[in-house]
């Protein structure tokens, strides 16, 4: 144990100089001459443990947000960070390794091996340094830092025109990402009947007035232009370069609409994983450096399920509420990764026939003891509604009096906010005596048989006996293994007796002890 250490290495800029690195480890470090920058001290300033934790909320309607956090403290005794405290590190990059001292025994000392061969404990993002006590603490997050603010930045200007009428000044424009129903779009010129429903490019695709398509308003075309030319009485012309569309007539009823939102620089996307990986980039702000796109690739090859999300003005989603409404229709989550990046992991039911990573037995754990479950998950449920063909509008009065003779159907899903598909066993419902009934969950989703497809995993993931538990592993052990991951886990408990298949949701990391702790779902 002696010769176990950590190394931290924390870039910030100094005030009119440039980007500096602080760098300080436990028990005091060096580069080897090999590596590249040659010798560099890592002074033994680091005083407490680090403890680094990512969990994963495995409830199906839960957030699908992991998160990861912790602080290095730094002795600032001798005033050696006095005057780095003020420096800009919001946002900027760190990283935490770890490694061991070589013995060497003809000279009896411990040996600081090359930086190359050290493993990474934690690749991340810094909060806003705090120096008090004599010390220097520095916040450690990772890159859903990124995502804690809105998702909407633009804003209307209250110019006129496509700027806004002045009430608009400070308001959030409308973003559509992907394929979203019954949408109330943005009058942002009452005068010219102009509205907005995305801040990017996109398409309408249907216009209801009063909950009525069918007798509401005609296409008069595409222009690049609304305040040129005129959109005749009952019909409405679109500018989808900028996601606009006019009316020709002045409603009485309230107007909504069908419509695709495109991004920017992507353009449309419609598959939910794809809207979620771009809307980490073009709409949170998230360097390309921070997200694992071969991931959401595979995602969205595997899982091609389709649909999107309006977020209105009055809306306030942060980037990773946004990312976490995409991800519940698919039954995935958002990761951290050790080396920095943003995964997608798809959580599901194993087949049992799966080869594990690893064997966490008495050979290799340190113990294994049991944690709750989330409660809508304990008991199992007997029922699971999964959510489809989101409402972006719930109307139950001021309907067009036509809808009652022309469109019928259309009452019963302009009054409920989504319309779902259920997965229920009655045999867990007579098995238990307060069996959970969850749903319907909100999701993306636009077409029945995704929808249909994400109830039946849910229904065979949950409505099964499922156990959460945390095994206790060395830190050379739990190094190897990441989120997802599947293990066998064989202990003298419960019926692990013959090992059981389970995948890993969360971690938690110690560096006092050299220990992580696994958190497996069987």
């Not at 144990?1 to 190394?7: K, S």
Request: aromatic residues 10%; proline residues 6%; glycine residues 10%.
């Amino acid at each position: 144990m002696a010769g176990i250490f950590v190394t931290v290495d924390a870039t910030a800029i100094e005030p009119g100089v440039g980007d500096h690195s602080i760098r300080a480890s436990d028990v005091g470090y060096r580069t080897a001459p090999t590596d590249v920058g040659g010798v560099v001290a890592f002074p033994a300033r680091i005083t407490e443990a680090i403890m680094l934790t990512r969990a994963v909320d495995v409830s199906p309607a839960a957030a699908s947000t992991a998160v990861a956090w912790g602080a290095v403290y730094l002795a600032n005794s001798d005033g050696e960070y006095d005057s780095v405290a003020e420096w800009n590190n919001d946002g900027k990059p760190i990283e935490v390794h770890y490694g061991k001292k070589i013995y060497d025994s003809a000279r009896r000392y411990w040996c600081d091996p090359s930086y190359t061969s050290l493993s990474p404990l934690f690749r991340g993002v810094q909060g806003v340094w705090r120096a008090e006590n004599r010390a220097l603490t520095i916040p450690l997050r990772d890159a859903t830092y990124w995502l804690d603010q809105p998702i909407q930045t633009h804003q209307y200007g209250g110019t006129g025109g496509y700027d806004g009428t002045e009430e608009f000044e400070g308001v959030r424009k409308p973003k559509l990402r992907g394929l979203a129903r019954n949408i109330t779009p943005v009058l942002i010129d009452p005068v010219n009947l102009i509205y907005q429903y995305n801040d990017g490019p996109g398409q309408v695709l249907l216009v209801w007035e009063g909950g009525v398509g069918t007798f509401g308003y005609p296409s008069e075309g595409d222009t690049t232009n609304l305040y040129s030319g005129t959109t005749s009485a009952g019909r409405y012309r679109t500018d989808n370069s900028r996601g606009l569309f006019q009316l020709g007539t002045a409603p009485t009823y309230q107007i909504t609409i069908d419509a695709a939102g495109h991004f920017p620089v992507a353009g449309y996307k419609y598959e939910l994983a794809d809207i979620a990986r771009w809307l980490l980039t073009e709409d949170a702000g998230l360097p390309s450096d921070y997200i694992d796109t071969a991931e959401y690739a595979a995602v969205a090859a595997a899982y091609p399920y389709t649909g999107g999300w309006y977020w209105g003005p009055e809306d306030a989603d942060t980037g990773a509420t946004a990312v976490g409404r995409l991800l519940v229709g698919l039954g995935a989550k958002l990761i951290p990764r050790r080396d920095g990046t943003l995964g997608v992991f798809v959580l599901r039911a194993l087949a049992g026939t799966e080869t594990p990573v690893a064997v966490l037995d008495t050979s290799t754990a340190v113990s294994v003891t049991a944690r709750a479950l989330p409660s809508d998950v304990s008991p199992p449920p007997w029922r699971i509604r999964a959510g489809w063909r989101r409402n972006g509008t719930i109307q139950t009065t001021g309907l067009l009096p036509a809808i009652t003779k022309y469109e019928p159907n259309r009452i019963a899903f302009v009054a409920s906010a989504t319309r779902s598909y259920t997965w229920s066993d009655t045999a867990v419902q007579s098995a238990y005596a307060r069996p959970n009934d969850i749903g319907p969950v909100i999701t993306a989703l636009d077409t029945a048989v995704h929808a249909h497809a994400l109830a039946d995993a849910w229904g065979a993931l949950w409505g099964v006996r499922r156990r959460l538990l945390d095994v206790v592993v060395p830190l050379d052990v739990g190094l190897a293994l990441d989120i997802g991951d599947v293990v066998r886990v064989t202990w003298p408990m419960d019926d692990l007796d013959a090992g059981v298949l389970g995948q890993i949701v969360g971690d938690n990391l110690r560096t006092a002890d050299s220990t992580l702790t696994l958190t497996v779902l069987v």
